[in-house]
């Protein structure tokens, strides 16, 4: 989820089976998380490698289930747009499934979520120099419901065609979809409504957020009965703008809804990791988008409604005032090593090692070659950043070095 500095505002392996699913899984939010989550792909910046490695996971998700191309994209299913600074290629995906009923063969359902996140110190990061942010609930999780969702349909298609993307750059500024829904490829006057999913896969006491219900004229009627039979603790909202893609739709004349489980305390930090997404929660959120879906795939046609203003959680500024607080206190616990090296090619070599500092309290010694900090090899400047970047004063380090020829291993504790 993209913020301002205001609260307000790869691999070509897929998931799990080869057959379209009939029903939605754990298992497979779980592969596509720990994918898209993990620590090769650095966080997922936007017009960066592990940005575009996010985008080919996608697409070949896309081609395994069956979409296909937009018809008027050559058999791209990436779709490029330009950022200014600084100066990038980012890359949309998108794909297409059919419907069943020839009469509504140009009246698209569209979800979508972005795969973009904040990656090694990049937009909207909230961790230290150096910090890998994985972004496994923001928006892994919504990314990986798109993909499950469209697996789903593919075995179970709806009378209305659907358009499955995900968004680069939304951590930029919404930059992706709205790319996207201003070059008008999507032919915006053939959406029916979208579905924008970011964030949901931190269900907690079985709170989920749905917003832009005030979006088109139908919505509280059609979906008013879908919610009242959930067993979600539901907080509704009419507005139709947020800090997500949803707004690009909406300020594209689209009826959208938003679906949230809300700010948590690792939200653009290093903490953000799959081992921490509730996956039979996001499981039983996606049940309900389903039927939220398929309820409105009922119905032959919806009338806009530009219901603006933020859209958001009634307790969000005050999440985010609270998270901005323990960011804070996190940053005084900045932990130091006390030492400088000298570079030389691919080897780092002892030139300083600070009196009482947590390094020479460890025995390290200025000549010192390094080889490896916290598991990593070092190899550069870059790398040492890395394996010092989370450390917080009391934290142990462990290092190996070769002192005259032998290699030593050392453990200091950061100060």
Same mark, same amino acid.
């Given at each position: 989820? @993209?913020?301002?500095?205001?609260?307000?505002?790869?691999?070509?392996?897929?998931?799990?089976?080869?057959?379209?699913?009939?029903?939605?899984?754990?298992?497979?939010?779980?592969?596509?998380?720990? @994918?898209?989550?993990?620590?090769?792909? =650095?966080?997922?910046?936007?017009?960066?490698?592990?940005?575009?490695?996010?985008?080919?996971?996608?697409?070949? &998700?896309?081609?395994?289930?069956?979409?296909?191309?937009?018809?008027?994209?050559?058999?791209?299913?990436?779709?490029?747009?330009?950022?200014?600074?600084?100066?990038?290629?980012?890359?949309?995906?998108?794909?297409?499934?059919?419907?069943?009923?020839?009469?509504?063969?140009?009246?698209?359902?569209?979800?979508?979520?972005?795969?973009?996140?904040?990656?090694?110190?990049?937009?909207?990061?909230?961790? @230290?120099?150096?910090?890998?942010?994985?972004?496994?609930?923001?928006?892994?999780?919504?990314?990986?419901?798109?993909? =499950?969702?469209?697996?789903?349909?593919?075995?179970?298609?709806?009378?209305?065609?659907?358009? @499955?993307?995900?968004?680069?750059?939304?951590?930029?500024?919404?930059?992706?979809?709205?790319?996207?829904?201003?070059?008008?490829?999507?032919?915006?006057?053939?959406?029916?409504?979208?579905?924008?999913?970011?964030?949901?896969?931190?269900?907690?006491?079985?709170?989920?957020?749905?917003?832009?219900?005030?979006?088109?004229?139908?919505?509280?009627?059609?979906?008013?009965?879908?919610?009242?039979?959930?067993?979600?603790?539901?907080?509704?909202?009419?507005?139709?703008?947020?800090?997500?893609?949803?707004?690009?739709?909406?300020? /594209?004349?689209?009826?959208?809804?938003?679906?949230?489980? &809300?700010?948590?305390?690792?939200?653009?930090?290093?903490?953000?990791?799959?081992?921490?997404?509730?996956?039979?929660?996001?499981?039983?959120?996606?049940?309900?988008?389903?039927?939220?879906?398929?309820?409105?795939?009922?119905?032959?046609?919806?009338?806009?409604?530009?219901?603006?203003?933020? /859209?958001?959680?009634?307790?969000?500024?005050?999440?985010?005032?609270?998270?901005?607080?323990?960011?804070?206190?996190?940053?005084?616990?900045?932990?130091?090593?006390?030492?400088?090296?000298?570079?030389?090619?691919?080897?780092?070599?002892?030139?300083?090692?600070?009196?009482?500092?947590?390094?020479? =309290?460890? /025995?390290?010694?200025?000549?010192?070659?390094?080889?490896?900090?916290?598991?990593?090899?070092?190899?550069?400047?870059?790398?040492?950043?890395?394996?010092?970047?989370?450390?917080?004063?009391?934290?142990?380090?462990?290092?190996?070095?070769?002192?005259?020829?032998?290699?030593?291993?050392?453990?200091?504790?950061?100060?």
């Amino acid at each position: 989820m @993209f913020i301002t500095s205001i609260i307000l505002l790869a691999a070509q392996s897929a998931a799990a089976p080869v057959a379209p699913a009939s029903d939605i899984r754990v298992a497979d939010l779980r592969a596509h998380i720990s @994918f898209l989550a993990s620590e090769e792909l =650095e966080g997922r910046e936007s017009g960066r490698e592990g940005g575009q490695l996010a985008a080919n996971y996608v697409e070949s &998700n896309f081609r395994r289930v069956g979409l296909k191309p937009l018809a008027n994209q050559d058999g791209a299913y990436q779709i490029e747009f330009e950022i200014k600074r600084p100066d990038l290629t980012c890359r949309n995906v998108v794909g297409v499934l059919a419907g069943t009923n020839p009469d509504y063969a140009d009246s698209y359902i569209a979800i979508g979520g972005h795969h973009d996140h904040a990656g090694v110190g990049g937009p909207g990061a909230m961790g @230290f120099p150096g910090e890998i942010h994985n972004g496994a609930d923001d928006n892994a999780s919504g990314t990986s419901g798109v993909l =499950e969702l469209a697996e789903y349909y593919a075995a179970n298609p709806l009378e209305h065609p659907i358009i @499955f993307m995900t968004f680069s750059a939304e951590e930029r500024g919404l930059l992706g979809s709205k790319a996207l829904v201003d070059s008008n490829v999507l032919d915006n006057d053939k959406i029916m409504f979208m579905i924008n999913l970011d964030m949901i896969g931190r269900l907690d006491e079985d709170y989920l957020f749905v917003g832009g219900l005030g979006t088109a004229t139908e919505l509280h009627d059609l979906l008013d009965p879908v919610f009242e039979k959930s067993d979600l603790e539901l907080e509704l909202n009419d507005k139709g703008e947020a800090p997500s893609d949803n707004t690009s739709f909406f300020h /594209g004349g689209i009826p959208a809804l938003f679906f949230f489980t &809300n700010v948590h305390a690792d939200y653009h930090m290093p903490g953000d990791d799959a081992d921490k997404i509730n996956y039979e929660g996001e499981v039983r959120v996606l049940n309900l988008v389903n039927e939220v879906i398929k309820t409105l795939d009922s119905a032959p046609s919806l009338e806009f409604v530009k219901y603006g203003g933020m /859209g958001m959680p009634a307790d969000f500024d005050t999440r985010m005032r609270e998270h901005y607080r323990h960011i804070a206190e996190r940053r005084v616990m900045k932990g130091k090593l006390g030492i400088r090296a000298d570079v030389a090619g691919e080897i780092l070599t002892l030139s300083k090692v600070t009196v009482d500092s947590a390094a020479s =309290e460890s /025995g390290l010694m200025v000549g010192d070659v390094l080889l490896q900090v916290n598991g990593r090899d070092i190899t550069s400047m870059e790398t040492l950043r890395r394996s010092l970047a989370g450390g917080l004063v009391g934290e142990e380090v462990s290092m190996i070095v070769t002192r005259d020829g032998v290699k030593k291993t050392f453990k200091a504790t950061l100060k």
